[in-house]
């Protein structure tokens, strides 16, 4: 099973360049403004949950774990969190 360490996610609040007002608003959704004038955020992961099942033999003679999915909304394993910029 695969999955990221971290996500980045566009906030959808759009600024000019130098703009202050836009700079700050970003920053208040712990966002980050880039050059463009985008503003964004990053979650990283802090938790991570695995479902494991049993599944036995048709004869009852043995038993093997298999990976059921994760424990979080929509089957994920993981939950992320929102970084906070500068920590």
Same mark, same amino acid.
């Given at each position: 099973? !695969?999955?990221?360490?971290?996500?980045?996610?566009?906030?959808?609040?759009?600024?000019?360049?130098?703009?202050?007002?836009?700079?700050?608003?970003?920053?208040?959704?712990?966002?980050?403004?880039?050059?463009?004038? /985008?503003?964004?955020?990053?979650?990283?992961?802090?938790?991570?949950?695995?479902?494991?099942?049993?599944?036995?033999?048709?004869?009852?003679? /043995?038993?093997?774990?298999?990976?059921?999915?994760?424990?979080?909304?929509? !089957?994920?394993?993981?939950?992320?969190?929102?970084?906070?910029?500068?920590?």
């Amino acid at each position: 099973m !695969n999955f990221k360490l971290w996500n980045k996610v566009d906030l959808a609040l759009e600024c000019s360049s130098g703009d202050l007002i836009c700079k700050n608003e970003c920053e208040k959704f712990g966002g980050i403004l880039d050059k463009d004038g /985008s503003c964004h955020a990053y979650e990283v992961i802090d938790r991570i949950c695995l479902s494991i099942d049993i599944m036995r033999s048709e004869d009852g003679r /043995s038993e093997e774990l298999y990976l059921a999915g994760g424990c979080y909304d929509g !089957n994920h394993p993981t939950h992320y969190s929102r970084a906070k910029p500068g920590i």
